[in-house]
């Protein structure tokens, strides 16, 4: 919908020239040797690379038409060198490597995809002499021909080029060698005299053919028109070449096989495309005498319902071949009358369901209707235009005066409507639209098309509707003058909700604005972004603010929708009232804005919608002119659609929003209640609620987030501007108030509580916001008692909602007035309480949260605690990691402490840092950023002795291990960050642990044997901790690392050796964890390794002797591994021996002896 | 629609002129004279030439002799501009050049197409005078066609890219009508 990458043709311009130098400097030395000698076998992969170069061209083909000589013309030299001097060896092409003629036709092929095969053909060598050799490649198996579809289809393409050849093909060609006949048996019977072909002709003839019904289309098209230029030539004409074909495929159109095969089916595809090409491309006296033939037989696939008529590659030939028997026809009119018929089966085919199709039959529309007479070409036109009012209801059905109705398209065909778009645009490409009159119904039916959709159960059609529109506003622009176009005066076109007139091309200016802005898809958007520069170019002075219009509607600028819909439309409307007028309408009314199908979208277009009435212009009081009015005149409009379609869930939820974003922006508050007007107020307040009647904030049919988001929205909206006479000064409110006030505050709260049970993250933020508003609204014993109730529901063991947790941390917003009078100690009581919920993580991510408003409150030292604690929350379940969130939420609550709070010890500062520091290397790349994040910024405050400025790289994970690493320095810090670093360098990602453990290791490499012996020192007290807790998530990657760091002497062992190995021996106890296991031989053979001379090696040694005991074979294996390599280092030849050969997989018992000897030779 | 525009703008920037007349005008030299090319080492022309000129501009020239005129009418489909060339300095086949044209004229395929008639070999002594060359070819009696004549020199430059100025701007304008 979105383009995918953002300018990513813009991107494309701008490197193209580079591209182009890589290509450039490559093909030579992919092709040719050193010295210029040809290679006739080219590296496959180099040959790759530059078919990759070009690749990206195909949707900017136009970057390519400067250096197309330079790209084309080494190719060709090369082939026609090859032809020239052929290989004399027999041998394939070896694996990896094509030889040189499918090398060539790989890259030729590529740029022909690009570029079209009737440009590239005129770079193809011409000279006449070429065509026997380049027509008996064929026969050379050695050039990879028969492997290659590509080089088949470039040398049939090359074929057809050089049949134009202004010379008899007898006098060109060669008697064959003794023997060589061609096959051309499907000519029998066709009364052409084969004995007079000459014999080039003969194998051109049968190569054609046997391609004509190849599966690939390429192919196909090519063998196609090689075959047409052949027949069509004036020598082989006269040898009734052209008679035979034609006969011939009729024939072969004509067989009807009981079992259709795909073979025959890509034949008479080709056979059709052959006749429409001699149709197209003969001379009317030569072509004229087949057209009833071929006419009669079309018509008689489509009539009697054959097979191939399924195929729309055969149906779109079927309208190109009625294309060129009107044109015959017309120029030379006969007796029998095709035209009718013809016009009849084209305006069907209009509602094909295949695009192609429909495509071909308005092209072939237009072609007709041009050649007609005046008369004839508008009845066309008219037939074309009434497909816009078939099934199309009314609503009202029956219209009373004066009264409007609207058109409900639900009925009609989309796809007809689209074909009857495309015919509008060739008409107009065509200037077949002749009258003023007609023009202004053609306006309208590209207006309506313009805005064309049709929602099915689960998505929406009419995209390419709306795109052909967007191309018949192009061709309009494109074709007519300026005159003709104002011709038609002021006019009004009730599809566009304008009810003064205005010039055609104003309006269509207009619309193709608000379509540029507002469509849902990127290619409709950037259509009309193209299109309304056609406009605006071609009739210059008629749009108004023509040049700064296109340059805000830009092609480039639409094509992300929320770039469109707030940023383009808001540069656009600026401009001029009409703009605003026109975009307004398509935000509110329709399907574009507030009623658009994507809940996204909605709330872009209320968004949109808000900034709208901000817009000022040189305003007077009048009408639109004026601020307020406008202001109202959304309101009312979108009032007006909730009264109308309300009940439609979707649509009440994008007007509610959009209201609510309208509110927030009228910012002079004080004026307006007197503004807005009573009528308004009370709709606002009253009526937009009324349908509620409380099931649809619960009742799971009736899409209840959507109504609680954009009600919640709206309430928060509404209570903020709501001035209750009381609120300010404290004197009881007016009587007359009172009834209103209630009735909103207690429709309100009821909202409010149905909204807050819900979980959906966009209702719950829309809730809460509300749910502060509300409570400023409310009278103090009301919010009392609302708040003690919904104190009691969270201390409820049952209670699993999250929503009146977060509402209670509006408390802590900076304006006092939300807490007046409560019990603070309560709220802060239960929300620690909750906080440590255990089994409930969303629980505890909301009390978290909770208090993470921005420490405009003083808060107890219990919190401060609860938010250290939740920092190292690791809780797991079936999710997976869920503790994260919490974390998550932690650090961000950490930060808004840390910045605003001054009487914070300095023991709670350490302990903030250590733990985001730790949490900011640790494996999760999510946290680990956000923890970065945050450091960075509560570093610059914190009252402890740690640097102000902390820069952390992101380039790459490497620098950024390596900027943290230094603050092992820091005693506070060491062990934290230990612990943290070793989750990333011994569970981490792949990327991550690599990067992690280089960093590491450079680090300690470089740093000195003092400060070595205190990270050891640290990493055994982390170690021990990990131990006490049994906490896995820490021992099994902690003796991994703790592993590397021994083998590469980067661990001072003297000092902690001994712990080390009194703690491992801890980790395994009892446990039956292999990945525990195995991490605990790791550690006890690099212990062993490297003790020389400690007193504890034996010791090692011994426990590991034990565990080739171990119940598990797994383990046995890994740790007789180590042992035997122990043993080998350390020259016990006699146990290593003993060691060798033997099946650990054995049981135990039997393993018994072996062990025994092993452990008398190493202990 | 947007890939239909694509290929419209490529097609808009893009014209077919065909290059004709009898053999020994000089449609070659006056190619090569336009592409900045040798002009001493030209011979006739077997078969065809399809040049393009800032890539916009491609020019088909075929071959005058007797033989190949059967077969210009393979090169007819799509053609925008018809450029014609006459050898001033040959009095004698003038008839013939204009049966040969007046021809061409007939061929539906050309419609469409406007005519420039390039009066070669100017530099020449001798040669006709544009307003004999005129007559002979009958130019006057064309009402099928937009026409021009100019005088030129394959060998000189003189009035080359005046004449393809006219052709392009001809054809800018039927465009924009149609």
């Given at each position: 919908?979105?383009?995918?990458?953002?300018?990513?043709?813009?991107?494309?311009?701008?490197?193209?020239?580079?591209?182009?130098?890589?290509?450039?400097?490559?093909?030579?030395?992919?092709?040719?040797?050193?010295?210029?000698?040809?290679?006739?076998?080219?590296?496959?992969?180099?040959?790759?690379?530059?078919?990759?170069?070009?690749?990206?061209?195909?949707?900017?083909?136009?970057?390519?038409?400067?250096?197309?000589?330079?790209?084309?013309?080494?190719?060709?030299?090369?082939?026609?060198?090859?032809?020239?001097?052929?290989?004399?060896?027999?041998?394939?092409?070896?694996?990896?490597?094509?030889?040189?003629?499918?090398?060539?036709?790989?890259?030729?092929?590529?740029?022909?995809?690009?570029r079209g095969p009737k440009i590239i053909s005129r770079f193809l060598p011409n000279q006449p002499h070429l065509l026997e050799p380049v027509t008996s490649l064929f026969a050379l198996p050695i050039t990879g021909i028969d492997?290659?579809?590509?080089?088949?289809?470039?040398?049939?393409?090359?074929?057809?080029?050089?049949?134009?050849?202004?010379?008899?093909?007898?006098?060109?060609?060669?008697?064959?060698?003794?023997?060589?006949?061609?096959?051309?048996?499907?000519?029998?019977?066709?009364?052409?005299?084969?004995?007079?072909?000459?014999?080039?002709?003969?194998?051109?003839?049968?190569?054609?053919?046997?391609?004509?019904?190849?599966?690939?289309?390429?192919?196909?098209?090519?063998?196609?028109?090689?075959?047409?230029?052949?027949?069509?030539?004036?020598?082989?004409?006269?040898?009734?070449?052209?008679?035979?074909?034609?006969?011939?495929?009729?024939?072969?159109?004509?067989?009807?096989?009981?079992?259709?095969?795909?073979?025959?089916?890509?034949?008479?595809?080709?056979?059709?495309?052959?006749?429409?090409?001699?149709?197209?491309?003969?001379?009317?006296?030569?072509?004229?005498?087949?057209?009833?033939?071929?006419?009669?037989?079309?018509?008689?696939?489509?009539?009697?319902?054959?097979?191939?008529?399924?195929?729309?590659?055969?149906?779109?030939?079927?309208?190109?071949?009625?294309?060129?028997?009107?044109?015959?026809?017309?120029?030379?009119?006969?007796?029998?009358?095709?035209?009718?018929?013809?016009?009849?089966?084209?305006?069907?085919?209009?509602?094909?369901?295949?695009?192609?199709?429909?495509?071909?039959?308005?092209?072939?529309?237009?072609?007709?209707?041009?050649?007609?007479?005046?008369?004839?070409?508008?009845?066309?036109?008219?037939?074309?235009?009434?497909?816009?009012?078939?099934?199309?209801?009314?609503?009202?059905?029956?219209?009373?005066?004066?009264?409007?109705?609207?058109?409900?398209?639900?009925?009609?065909?989309?796809?007809?409507?689209?074909?009857?778009?495309?015919?509008?645009?060739?008409?107009?490409?065509?200037?077949?639209?002749?009258?003023?009159?007609?023009?202004?119904?053609?306006?309208?039916?590209?207006?309506?098309?313009?805005?064309?959709?049709?929602?099915?159960?689960?998505?929406?059609?009419?995209?390419?509707?709306?795109?052909?529109?967007?191309?018949?506003?192009?061709?309009?622009?494109?074709?007519?003058?300026?005159?003709?176009?104002?011709?038609?005066?002021?006019?009004?076109?009730?599809?566009?909700?304008?009810?003064?007139?205005?010039?055609?091309?104003?309006?269509?200016?207009?619309?193709?604005?608000?379509?540029?802005?507002?469509?849902?898809?990127?290619?409709?958007?950037?259509?009309?972004?193209?299109?309304?520069?056609?406009?605006?170019?071609?009739?210059?002075?008629?749009?108004?603010?023509?040049?700064?219009?296109?340059?805000?509607?830009?092609?480039?600028?639409?094509?992300?929708?929320?770039?469109?819909?707030?940023?383009?439309?808001?540069?656009?409307?600026?401009?001029?009232?009409?703009?605003?007028?026109?975009?307004?309408?398509?935000?509110?009314?329709?399907?574009?804005?507030?009623?658009?199908?994507?809940?996204?979208?909605?709330?872009?277009?209320?968004?949109?919608?808000?900034?709208?009435?901000?817009?000022?212009?040189?305003?007077?009081?009048?009408?639109?002119?004026?601020?307020?009015?406008?202001?109202?005149?959304?309101?009312?409009?979108?009032?007006?659609?909730?009264?109308?379609?309300?009940?439609?869930?979707?649509?009440y939820h994008g007007c509610l929003l959009a209201l609510a974003e309208v509110l927030d922006n009228i910012s002079d508050v004080s004026g307006y209640s007197e503004q807005i007007g009573e009528d308004i107020l009370s709709t606002?307040?009253?009526?937009?609620?009324?349908?509620?009647?409380?099931?649809?904030?619960?009742?799971?049919?009736?899409?209840?987030?959507?109504?609680?988001?954009?009600?919640?929205?709206?309430?928060?909206?509404?209570?903020?501007?709501?001035?209750?006479?009381?609120?300010?000064?404290?004197?009881?409110?007016?009587?007359?108030?009172?009834?209103?006030?209630?009735?909103?505050?207690?429709?309100?709260?009821?909202?409010?509580?149905?909204?807050?049970?819900?979980?959906?993250?966009?209702?719950?933020?829309?809730?809460?916001?509300?749910?502060?508003?509300?409570?400023?609204?409310?009278?103090?014993?009301?919010?009392?008692?609302?708040?003690?109730?919904?104190?009691?529901?969270?201390?409820?063991?049952?209670?699993?909602?999250?929503?009146?947790?977060?509402?209670?941390?509006?408390?802590?917003?900076?304006?006092?007035?939300?807490?007046?009078?409560?019990?603070?100690?309560?709220?802060?009581?239960?929300?620690?309480?909750?906080?440590?919920?255990?089994?409930?993580?969303?629980?505890?991510?909301?009390?978290?949260?909770?208090?993470?408003?921005?420490?405009?409150?003083?808060?107890?030292?219990?919190?401060?605690?609860?938010?250290?604690?939740?920092?190292?929350?690791?809780?797991?379940?079936?999710?997976?990691?869920?503790?994260?969130?919490?974390?998550?939420?932690?650090?961000?609550?950490?930060?808004?402490?840390?910045?605003?709070?001054?009487?914070?010890?300095?023991?709670?500062?350490?302990?903030?840092?250590?733990?985001?520091?730790?949490?900011?290397?640790?494996?999760?790349?999510?946290?680990?950023?956000?923890?970065?994040?945050?450091?960075?910024?509560?570093?610059?405050?914190?009252?402890?002795?740690?640097?102000?400025?902390?820069?952390?790289?992101?380039?790459?994970?490497?620098?950024?291990?390596?900027?943290?690493?230094?603050?092992?320095?820091?005693?506070?810090?060491?062990?934290?960050?230990?612990?943290?670093?070793?989750?990333?360098?011994?569970?981490?990602?792949?990327?991550?642990?690599?990067?992690?453990?280089?960093?590491?290791?450079?680090?300690?490499?470089?740093?000195?044997?003092?400060?070595?012996?205190?990270?050891?020192?640290?990493?055994?007290?982390?170690?021990?901790?990990?131990?006490?807790?049994?906490?896995?998530?820490?021992?099994?990657?902690?003796?991994?690392?703790?592993?590397?760091?021994?083998?590469?002497?980067?661990?001072?062992?003297?000092?902690?050796?001994?712990?080390?190995?009194?703690?491992?021996?801890?980790?395994?106890?009892?446990?039956?964890?292999?990945?525990?296991?195995?991490?605990?031989?790791?550690?006890?053979?690099?212990?062993?390794?490297?003790?020389?001379?400690?007193?504890?090696?034996?010791?090692?040694?011994?426990?590991?002797?034990?565990?080739?005991?171990?119940?598990?074979?797994?383990?046995?294996?890994?740790?007789?591994?180590?042992?035997?390599?122990?043993?080998?280092?350390?020259?016990?030849?006699?146990?290593?021996?003993?060691?060798?050969?033997?099946?650990?997989?054995?049981?135990?018992?039997?393993?018994?002896?072996?062990?025994?000897?092993?452990?008398?030779?190493?202990? | 629609?947007?890939?239909?525009?694509?290929?419209?703008?490529?097609?808009?920037?893009?014209?077919?002129?065909?290059?004709?007349?009898?053999?020994?005008?000089?449609?070659?030299?006056?190619?090569?004279?336009?592409?900045?090319?040798?002009?001493?080492?030209?011979?006739?022309?077997?078969?065809?030439?399809?040049?393009?000129?800032?890539?916009?501009?491609?020019?088909?020239?075929?071959?005058?002799?007797?033989?190949?005129?059967?077969?210009?009418?393979?090169?007819?489909?799509?053609?925008?501009?018809?450029?014609?060339?006459?050898?001033?300095?040959?009095?004698?086949?003038?008839?013939?050049?204009?049966?040969?044209?007046?021809?061409?004229?007939?061929?539906?395929?050309?419609?469409?197409?406007?005519?420039?008639?390039?009066?070669?070999?100017?530099?020449?002594?001798?040669?006709?005078?544009?307003?004999?060359?005129?007559?002979?070819?009958?130019?006057?009696?064309?009402?099928?066609?937009?026409?021009?004549?100019?005088?030129?020199?394959?060998?000189?430059?003189?009035?080359?890219?005046?004449?393809?100025?006219?052709?392009?701007?001809?054809?800018?304008?039927?465009?924009?009508?149609?």
């Amino acid at each position: 919908m979105d383009a995918p990458v953002e300018d990513s043709d813009v991107m494309l311009q701008k490197v193209s020239g580079g591209l182009f130098d890589v290509f450039f400097a490559g093909l030579p030395s992919a092709l040719r040797e050193d010295d210029g000698a040809l290679r006739y076998i080219c590296d496959r992969t180099q040959i790759e690379k530059l078919v990759g170069l070009l690749e990206p061209f195909q949707e900017s083909p136009q970057l390519l038409d400067p250096h197309l000589p330079a790209f084309l013309n080494p190719l060709t030299s090369a082939f026609t060198a090859y032809i020239a001097h052929p290989p004399t060896d027999e041998d394939a092409a070896p694996r990896g490597y094509y030889t040189l003629p499918v090398a060539v036709s790989r890259l030729l092929y590529t740029i022909v995809k690009i570029r079209g095969p009737k440009i590239i053909s005129r770079f193809l060598p011409n000279q006449p002499h070429l065509l026997e050799p380049v027509t008996s490649l064929f026969a050379l198996p050695i050039t990879g021909i028969d492997g290659s579809w590509e080089l088949r289809y470039v040398v049939l393409l090359w074929l057809s080029h050089l049949l134009l050849a202004p010379f008899d093909l007898s006098t060109i060609s060669t008697e064959p060698a003794e023997g060589v006949t061609h096959d051309l048996s499907i000519l029998e019977g066709t009364g052409l005299e084969k004995l007079k072909l000459p014999h080039l002709s003969k194998r051109l003839l049968a190569l054609g053919v046997s391609y004509l019904s190849s599966p690939g289309n390429r192919e196909s098209d090519a063998a196609a028109l090689l075959l047409i230029r052949i027949s069509l030539r004036r020598d082989m004409r006269s040898l009734g070449l052209l008679d035979a074909m034609v006969a011939w495929g009729v024939r072969a159109m004509e067989t009807v096989e009981k079992q259709a095969e795909a073979r025959t089916l890509f034949l008479k595809t080709g056979v059709l495309a052959l006749l429409a090409g001699f149709l197209a491309q003969g001379d009317s006296e030569t072509v004229e005498k087949f057209v009833p033939t071929i006419f009669d037989m079309v018509t008689k696939i489509q009539d009697e319902e054959h097979e191939e008529w399924n195929s729309s590659s055969v149906r779109r030939l079927g309208m190109k071949i009625y294309r060129w028997v009107a044109s015959l026809t017309l120029a030379h009119p006969k007796e029998r009358d095709y035209i009718e018929d013809i016009i009849e089966r084209l305006l069907n085919a209009l509602g094909d369901r295949d695009t192609a199709v429909r495509l071909g039959a308005s092209k072939s529309l237009a072609v007709v209707a041009r050649k007609l007479d005046p008369d004839m070409a508008g009845d066309v036109l008219e037939a074309v235009m009434s497909v816009y009012e078939e099934d199309v209801f009314f609503d009202p059905p029956i219209a009373k005066p004066g009264q409007r109705q609207s058109k409900i398209l639900t009925a009609v065909t989309a796809e007809r409507w689209h074909g009857a778009t495309l015919t509008l645009a060739t008409f107009l490409r065509q200037r077949a639209v002749r009258s003023t009159e007609v023009m202004v119904r053609v306006v309208e039916c590209i207006v309506e098309a313009l805005k064309f959709e049709q929602r099915r159960s689960t998505f929406a059609v009419g995209g390419n509707v709306r795109d052909a529109a967007c191309y018949a506003a192009w061709s309009l622009a494109r074709s007519y003058t300026t005159p003709e176009l104002e011709a038609a005066g002021d006019i009004v076109v009730l599809a566009t909700e304008f009810e003064d007139g205005r010039k055609i091309i104003q309006l269509l200016a207009t619309e193709l604005v608000v379509a540029g802005c507002l469509d849902p898809l990127g290619n409709v958007r950037r259509a009309s972004s193209a299109a309304l520069q056609e406009l605006v170019g071609r009739h210059s002075g008629y749009v108004k603010h023509g040049i700064p219009l296109v340059q805000a509607v830009d092609y480039n600028a639409v094509a992300l929708r929320q770039r469109s819909v707030l940023t383009v439309a808001r540069q656009a409307v600026e401009l001029e009232l009409e703009y605003w007028t026109a975009i307004v309408f398509g935000l509110v009314e329709g399907w574009r804005g507030v009623g658009s199908s994507h809940d996204e979208g909605r709330r872009l277009a209320a968004t949109s919608l808000g900034s709208m009435c901000r817009m000022k212009y040189s305003d007077t009081e009048d009408g639109l002119h004026s601020l307020w009015n406008r202001r109202k005149f959304i309101l009312r409009r979108i009032l007006r659609r909730i009264k109308e379609e309300g009940r439609d869930v979707e649509i009440y939820h994008g007007c509610l929003l959009a209201l609510a974003e309208v509110l927030d922006n009228i910012s002079d508050v004080s004026g307006y209640s007197e503004q807005i007007g009573e009528d308004i107020l009370s709709t606002l307040h009253n009526d937009v609620f009324a349908k509620l009647k409380g099931n649809e904030l619960v009742n799971p049919v009736l899409r209840p987030e959507l109504t609680a988001e954009a009600t919640c929205r709206l309430i928060r909206s509404l209570a903020h501007l709501t001035r209750y006479p009381d609120d300010s000064d404290g004197s009881p409110c007016p009587t007359s108030e009172l009834p209103r006030k209630t009735r909103s505050l207690q429709l309100w709260t009821a909202i409010l509580e149905a909204s807050l049970d819900r979980s959906e993250e966009a209702v719950l933020k829309e809730a809460v916001l509300a749910a502060k508003e509300v409570l400023l609204k409310l009278s103090l014993t009301n919010r009392q008692e609302l708040l003690a109730s919904w104190c009691e529901r969270i201390e409820n063991p049952m209670y699993r909602r999250t929503g009146q947790i977060l509402a209670l941390g509006q408390l802590f917003d900076p304006d006092q007035k939300v807490r007046e009078r409560v019990d603070m100690s309560r709220v802060l009581d239960v929300l620690v309480a909750a906080a440590h919920r255990t089994n409930e993580v969303e629980i505890r991510v909301a009390a978290i949260k909770a208090f993470s408003a921005k420490g405009w409150y003083d808060f107890p030292e219990a919190v401060v605690d609860t938010i250290l604690d939740a920092l190292d929350d690791y809780a797991v379940d079936q999710r997976g990691d869920v503790g994260s969130w919490v974390r998550s939420a932690a650090i961000t609550a950490a930060k808004a402490h840390l910045t605003s709070h001054s009487d914070l010890s300095e023991e709670k500062h350490w302990m903030f840092l250590s733990k985001i520091i730790r949490i900011a290397v640790e494996k999760l790349d999510r946290l680990r950023f956000h923890a970065a994040d945050v450091l960075a910024d509560i570093v610059r405050t914190t009252p402890v002795d740690f640097p102000k400025e902390i820069q952390i790289p992101r380039e790459s994970p490497e620098v950024y291990f390596a900027s943290l690493l230094p603050l092992l320095n820091n005693p506070q810090l060491r062990e934290a960050l230990l612990e943290g670093y070793m989750t990333s360098a011994g569970a981490g990602s792949d990327s991550v642990l690599r990067a992690s453990r280089r960093a590491l290791l450079q680090y300690l490499a470089a740093t000195t044997t003092e400060h070595r012996k205190e990270i050891a020192i640290a990493l055994v007290a982390v170690f021990r901790r990990a131990v006490d807790k049994t906490d896995d998530r820490i021992t099994v990657p902690l003796m991994e690392v703790a592993s590397l760091l021994i083998d590469t002497s980067l661990l001072p062992l003297a000092a902690i050796g001994k712990r080390m190995f009194a703690l491992t021996a801890r980790t395994h106890f009892k446990t039956s964890s292999v990945s525990k296991l195995s991490a605990a031989n790791q550690m006890y053979r690099s212990l062993a390794l490297s003790a020389e001379g400690e007193p504890w090696k034996k010791e090692v040694q011994a426990k590991m002797v034990t565990l080739l005991l171990h119940p598990f074979p797994r383990v046995r294996m890994d740790v007789a591994d180590a042992l035997y390599f122990i043993a080998a280092e350390e020259g016990k030849e006699e146990v290593a021996e003993e060691m060798e050969g033997v099946d650990w997989g054995r049981s135990t018992a039997e393993l018994n002896p072996v062990v025994a000897k092993v452990k008398a030779g190493l202990c | 629609m947007l890939s239909i525009l694509r290929k419209s703008r490529l097609k808009d920037k893009e014209m077919r002129v065909l290059m004709l007349g009898l053999d020994n005008a000089g449609k070659t030299t006056i190619v090569k004279c336009i592409m900045d090319e040798d002009v001493n080492t030209v011979s006739p022309t077997l078969g065809f030439i399809i040049k393009t000129i800032d890539y916009k501009l491609n020019i088909w020239d075929v071959g005058g002799q007797k033989t190949l005129r059967s077969y210009w009418r393979n090169y007819f489909e799509k053609t925008d501009a018809l450029i014609w060339v006459v050898d001033s300095t040959d009095r004698f086949r003038l008839e013939n050049c204009a049966e040969e044209l007046a021809g061409l004229l007939q061929q539906e395929r050309l419609l469409g197409a406007s005519l420039l008639v390039f009066a070669n070999k100017t530099d020449v002594n001798g040669c006709m005078t544009l307003d004999e060359i005129r007559e002979g070819l009958r130019l006057d009696d064309i009402q099928s066609h937009k026409w021009t004549i100019l005088p030129c020199s394959a060998m000189t430059g003189k009035n080359l890219f005046e004449g393809l100025d006219w052709v392009v701007t001809d054809a800018k304008e039927r465009l924009f009508l149609y």
